[in-house]
């Protein structure tokens, strides 16, 4: 189900009943469209496609359902921004200007998991299907290092056609043992942010993991194999011979299943950033205008803020994010932990409103927040 329908006064979408389970014929051929105006956006129009562009941003050209223009909406803020910096570049060198979305999804209530931290799961899959969508548009997607702890996630996608976001995991004071999936599964880049004071040691633990991992293989290839793992019973020295017995044998040495098996693997950098963290008060949090400034100078200037709610809250309180896509769930958790923790006016008044779309994605509800316009409205009024 998904939203068509804006109340003028309000910037608010009514949603209208088309059912996410079965997407319009039409939509595989424009997110195809979508992806390539992602990977080009030089080139506008782009022939063969539905897709133009002009002053206003990317365009679709000729019929298409509603269902699929209501979503191309959703996610032509991204397209657009990604126009907007290839035309700054091509005017003046590293002009163009970082632009970030955040996503979060919630419960009635404003949860984001249990007290507990089980967060599996707030929303469903149709919510899974929109935010890898999000990822596919974007250069890098960012977490905190709670949500690693807390999900272990991959942050690929999985889930819908397209390339996978550099995966950029926020650790100021680096506080992560090196051993998460997202920094061995080689299967996107991903960036280790940290203080500049803490670096070195973000890399220490790395190393230490990869050091552990060949050491593991090792024991287990010269026979010296966990009984618990063995083939043909107690004593037998045959190493595992698949994948799964390896990764079973490995993980009874002590060692996680993905850990690198001689050197920490390419795909994974440290990112050292200073003054990430206030040395005078190391309580304020991290600086995320420096972090998001830092990844701009990498190139990953189209950014998707994911999680947790720390980070979104933070990243929302430094006024970093052009859009927010507020995912609402109907169920109710209670004494959890918070989403969205923002500091606001005293004044109702005084509270931002953004204009916003609503989506509807199966049982959940996307709330679509325009936060740089609400940001100048806010700024005018003054």
Not at 99 to 110: E, R, Y
Not at 124 to 137: D, I, M
Request: glycine fraction near 8%.
């Amino acid at each position: 189900m998904i939203a068509l329908m804006r109340t003028p006064e309000l910037g608010v979408a009514d949603p209208v009943a088309i059912s996410p389970d079965s997407p319009p014929g039409d939509w595989p051929a424009l997110w195809q469209h979508m992806l390539r105006a992602r990977a080009d956006p030089t080139h506008a129009p782009i022939p063969g496609t539905r897709l133009a562009a002009d002053d206003g941003g990317w365009r679709l050209v000729g019929a298409c359902s509603a269902a699929s223009t209501a979503w191309f909406e959703v996610y032509k803020p991204l397209l657009d921004a990604r126009l907007a910096q290839a035309r700054a570049n091509s005017a003046a060198a590293n002009r163009a200007k970082p632009w970030a979305v955040a996503q979060l999804g919630q419960s009635l209530d404003g949860c984001v998991a249990t007290a507990a931290g089980d967060s599996y799961f707030v929303t469903g899959p149709e919510s899974l299907v929109h935010l890898h969508r999000l990822r596919a548009l974007c250069d890098a997607v960012l977490v905190g290092a709670g949500t690693v702890v807390a999900d272990n996630p991959l942050l690929t996608t999985r889930h819908v056609p397209g390339p996978h976001p550099v995966r950029v995991v926020l650790d100021p004071a680096a506080r992560l043992d090196g051993s998460a999936r997202l920094m061995h599964d080689a299967t996107a880049p991903t960036l280790w942010l940290c203080d500049g004071r803490h670096a070195d040691a973000a890399r220490a633990r790395l190393e230490a993991v990869a050091a552990k991992g060949a050491a593991a293989d090792c024991q287990l290839a010269s026979g010296e194999v966990p009984a618990a793992t063995q083939r043909h019973g107690k004593g037998d020295p045959q190493a595992p011979q698949t994948t799964s017995e390896r990764a079973v044998a490995r993980r009874a040495v002590g060692v996680d299943a993905a850990s690198p098996t001689v050197a920490a693997h390419p795909m994974v950098e440290v990112l050292s950033v200073d003054g990430l963290i206030d040395a005078a008060d190391p309580r304020r949090g991290p600086d995320m205008a420096r972090a998001v400034a830092a990844l701009a100078g990498r190139g990953l200037r189209v950014l998707l803020v994911e999680g947790g709610g720390v980070t979104v809250s933070r990243c929302l309180a430094a006024g970093v994010l052009e859009r927010l896509h507020l995912v609402i769930a109907p169920v109710i958790i209670g004494a959890g932990r918070r989403g969205l923790q923002h500091p606001g006016p005293a004044r109702m008044a005084d509270c931002t409103r953004p204009p916003a779309r609503r989506m509807v994605l199966g049982d959940d509800m996307l709330w679509d927040l325009d936060l740089r316009t609400a940001a100048i409205a806010n700024d005018s009024a003054r």
